[in-house]
């Protein structure tokens, strides 16, 4: 159990410590991402942003997700559920979430590209996995970008997913693996969804911890 998203970002900095001063990137999957990423980044000494990935909701049920898709496009659907639904009416969703990303990015990122990741370790940081929906689509994105070493953390997920995420990325580190998961929150004493305007502060207090970094001798 955490105390809340920098308690447990904190640990799960620990569990990466190998990745410390070795150029790493951290891509936090927005929002709840953003605060756990900032930890991990700062502790790690790497670099820092965030990766736009968006589920898609079901027509009937938004919170339900049939698949995600990342800012560069690339989608992901799952089998159980998309099936179920007509060529149409995934685009429609896909569209609608497209201008979501764009949102976001010119908010979150000022409009700003992701850093480079070819041939560089990514780690990708969310303050937990349930569905997984947006960690695939966001894999799928870095897999694109040739990324050198792609790593998956977060402080809790389902034993089943950190296996079906080992099978796709070159490591998962997860801290906690509840046998009675059913959501992130369950996880945390203190949980809250994050506005765009937290997530956005954590993105400048890392400008200014860099700038910081920078200057000194």
């Not at 900032?38 to 898609?56: D, G, M, P, T």
């Not at 179920?84 to 700003?112: C, N, W, Y």
């Not at 992701?114 to 940081?125: A, M, N, S, Y």
Request: charged share 30%.
């Amino acid at each position: 159990m955490f105390t809340d998203r920098k308690d447990a970002a904190l640990k799960l900095a620990k569990a990466l410590e190998k990745y410390k001063d070795k150029n790493a990137v951290v891509l936090g999957i927005p929002r709840g991402g953003a605060e756990t990423a900032y930890y991990v980044a700062l502790h790690l000494n790497a670099e820092l942003s965030l990766l736009v990935s968006r589920k898609l909701g079901h027509p009937a049920n938004p919170e339900y997700a049939f698949g995600a898709i990342a800012e560069d496009g690339s989608i992901y659907l799952n089998p159980s559920s998309s099936g179920q639904l007509s060529d149409e009416t995934i685009q429609e969703v896909v569209d609608e979430q497209k201008k979501e990303i764009v949102r976001r990015i010119t908010i979150l990122r000022q409009g700003k590209p992701l850093p480079e990741l070819k041939g560089r370790t990514v780690i990708l940081v969310d303050d937990g996995i349930a569905t997984g929906a947006t960690l695939f689509a966001a894999i799928e994105m870095c897999k694109k970008r040739k990324a050198g070493k792609l790593i998956v953390a977060a402080p809790v997920s389902g034993y089943e997913m950190e296996e079906e995420l080992a099978d796709i990325v070159d490591e998962v580190v997860i801290l906690e693996k509840p046998g009675d998961y059913y959501a992130v929150s369950q996880a945390y004493l203190s949980f809250y969804n994050l506005t765009d305007e937290d997530a956005l502060k954590f993105m400048q207090r890392w400008e200014k911890e860099k700038n910081v970094i920078k200057e000194s001798p």
